[in-house]
């Protein structure tokens, strides 16, 4: 794919991800669903609001770089399996949303946060077959997932 197409089509997907998910976020445009995320019980651990916003618009840049990355290498089997666990990933920034804010769901919200950590797993460790940028570029979501599906894990144990 040549590399302004590349660039219009990992943006795209990585930013609609992104305000795909912000529309079930609890900001003051959802007023109900601020005020259900404010009274549930979470653990000490849990980042001030603003701490989400701002990690997932970096992760989100990252993910669009690294979606950028793959898009631009050589057809492969492993190019392949990497671009399918990035759509996957992408797929589950809103999803997380939906489950948790939209449905107040914390149990399928924390499945969403596992399914995603597999996959951004499965996503560097493809990437790391196909560009070396990308599978660095992919790394830190792990290590952002391993601590939201712990946090996630944590909420759903103190208000099920």
Same mark, same amino acid.
């Given at each position: 794919?040549? #590399?302004?197409?590349?660039?219009?089509?990992?943006?795209?997907?990585?930013?609609? *991800?992104?305000?795909? @998910?912000?529309? +079930?976020?609890?900001?003051?445009?959802?007023?109900?669903?601020?005020?259900?995320?404010? %009274?549930?019980? #979470?653990?000490? +651990?849990?980042?001030?609001?603003?701490?989400?916003?701002?990690?997932?618009?970096?992760?989100? @840049?990252? !993910?669009?770089?690294?979606?950028? %990355?793959?898009?631009?290498?050589?057809?492969?089997? *492993?190019?392949?399996?990497?671009?399918?666990?990035?759509? !996957?990933?992408?797929?589950?920034?809103?999803?997380?949303?939906?489950?948790?804010?939209?449905?107040?769901?914390?149990?399928?919200?924390?499945? &969403?946060?596992?399914?995603?950590?597999?996959?951004? &797993?499965?996503?560097?460790? *493809?990437?790391?077959?196909?560009?070396?940028? *990308?599978?660095?570029?992919?790394?830190?979501?792990?290590?952002?997932?391993? +601590?939201?599906?712990?946090?996630?894990?944590?909420?759903?144990?103190?208000?099920?």
């Amino acid at each position: 794919m040549q #590399k302004s197409a590349a660039a219009i089509v990992a943006g795209v997907a990585a930013a609609g *991800a992104l305000l795909a @998910g912000s529309r +079930f976020n609890p900001g003051p445009q959802h007023p109900g669903t601020a005020l259900w995320y404010a %009274r549930l019980e #979470k653990p000490d +651990f849990t980042p001030p609001g603003p701490v989400f916003g701002l990690a997932w618009t970096a992760l989100d @840049g990252l !993910l669009g770089y690294t979606g950028y %990355r793959l898009l631009t290498r050589r057809r492969s089997i *492993a190019r392949r399996w990497a671009l399918g666990a990035w759509l !996957l990933t992408l797929f589950g920034i809103p999803a997380f949303s939906w489950r948790f804010f939209g449905g107040h769901r914390s149990d399928e919200a924390l499945g &969403v946060s596992a399914t995603m950590l597999a996959s951004s &797993v499965g996503l560097t460790a *493809a990437a790391s077959e196909v560009d070396r940028n *990308a599978m660095i570029a992919s790394a830190p979501l792990i290590a952002w997932l391993i +601590f939201a599906t712990a946090l996630q894990e944590e909420v759903w144990r103190r208000n099920r």
